[in-house]
């Protein structure tokens, strides 16, 4: 079965630092992995996915990840943070087949201090 | 992408009546779902809606509590039955988009006391 772990619950970082999220993953084929933000009383946006290729992607609002198979790992990084940026990011990972079906990480909840 | 709408946005209900979520996408689609968010969780999958079909629930869902209905391709309902303060939570329709990509929904928020 496919899982998604989201090491970090909450994390604080400045307006202007560097930020970088972290998501492994558990799947036994290449993954479809992706990130989505969720804004308070808001649904879910997609940052950007990863499906094949580049191992770098780039996302919407100057994200981007990397897709590391030997450490299972997404990790979401953005270079400066903006207060907008305050939010809750979810890792998920989508199963093989035509469902396609999402499983989530716990979510991180980002702080920016300004 | 798709535009997905959900109605209602929010609402508080009491316990032991029942809720229907409607989710409309401004596109066909083969396959919707619905996800629940419980307060401070992730998102849990309830079930896949796939037109002129039976929902296939996820291991903890049932039908008897969470009816689906998906009359056509663009169209779906999720109802919350005999409700108790438990389903307290938001719920999310999405799409399988091109791509591979689900899209979400803007989520209903359910408060039942």
């Known amino acids: 079965a496919q899982s998604v772990t989201q090491p970090d619950i909450h994390i604080t970082v400045s307006e202007g630092a560097s930020l970088e999220l972290r998501c492994n993953y558990s799947y036994g084929a290449t993954p479809y992995l992706f990130w989505y933000v969720q804004s308070p009383g808001q649904g879910l946006q997609l940052l950007l996915k990863y499906f094949s290729g580049d191992t770098l992607v780039q996302g919407i609002k100057g994200f981007e990840a990397e897709f590391k198979r030997s450490q299972s790992s997404f990790n979401l990084r953005k270079p400066s943070v903006h207060w907008s940026d305050a939010a809750e990011y979810f890792c998920?990972?989508?199963?093989?087949?035509?469902?396609?079906?999402?499983?989530f990480g716990s979510g991180t909840q980002l702080t920016v201090l300004p | 992408s798709a535009v997905i709408s959900q109605k209602p946005s929010r609402d508080i209900c009491q316990r032991g009546t029942s809720l229907t979520i409607q989710c409309q996408v401004d596109s066909q689609v083969t396959m919707m779902f619905w996800y629940r968010q419980q307060p401070g969780q992730s998102l849990t999958l309830i079930a896949t809606a796939n037109q002129g079909s039976e929902a296939t629930y996820e291991s903890g869902f049932v039908i008897d509590k969470f009816p689906i209905s998906r009359p056509n391709l663009t169209f779906s309902t999720l109802t919350v039955s005999n409700m108790s303060p438990e389903d307290s939570s938001i719920y999310l329709c999405?799409?399988?988009?091109?791509?591979?990509?689900?899209?979400f929904g803007p989520g209903t928020r359910l408060l039942v006391l």
């Open positions: 998920a990972v989508g199963s093989s087949g035509s469902a396609r079906q999402l499983t």
């Open positions: 999405s799409v399988h988009g091109g791509g591979e990509t689900q899209y």
